[in-house]
């Protein structure tokens, strides 16, 4: 996916196949940033756009900014997946991998390292 953002702080998103998707969600809302919201979106910007999701994460990367300021380097993998449960639960009460860290088929279980990665990279740099 490309990754761009308006001046009206809007996301725009576009797929492999060309499709766009637009998300309202904004790491700017309102400009009234507070220091888990500043965490959040340094997250974000440290990922590789490959591995962001499509919807609206505000919520799920607030909760990734708890980790690192709860974890810090010390977070795993599994950390961020549980993470990602809390958030999802209420999204899909039916995805297939809202299930424990340890019953994940190994490569939906990698896909959680580099949030990891990258939250332990900016708490060692804090």
């Known amino acids: 996916m490309t990754h761009t953002e308006s001046p009206m702080a809007?996301?725009?998103l576009m797929s492999y196949d060309g499709?766009?998707?637009i998300s309202l969600e904004?790491?700017?809302?309102?400009?009234?940033?507070?220091?888990?919201?500043?965490?959040?979106?340094?997250?974000?910007?440290?990922l590789p756009t490959r591995t962001l999701p499509s919807d609206d994460t505000y919520d799920l990367f607030r909760i990734y900014a708890v980790l690192l300021?709860?974890?810090?380097?010390?977070?795993?993998p599994e950390d961020v997946h549980n993470a990602?449960?809390?958030?999802?639960?209420?999204?899909?009460p039916n995805h297939p991998s809202l299930k424990p860290f340890s019953d994940l088929p190994?490569?939906?279980?990698?896909?959680?390292?580099?949030y990891a990665d990258t939250i332990r990279l900016i708490a060692g740099e804090r």
């Open 84 to 92: 990602w449960v809390a958030w999802m639960a209420s999204r899909d």
């Open 19 to 21: 499709t766009l998707i």
């Open 106 to 114: 190994s490569d939906i279980a990698a896909s959680d390292e580099p």
């Open 10 to 12: 809007c996301q725009v």
């Open 26 to 46: 904004s790491f700017q809302r309102g400009n009234n940033l507070n220091y888990i919201d500043e965490l959040a979106k340094v997250i974000r910007g440290k």
């Open 69 to 76: 300021l709860a974890k810090g380097e010390s977070v795993t």
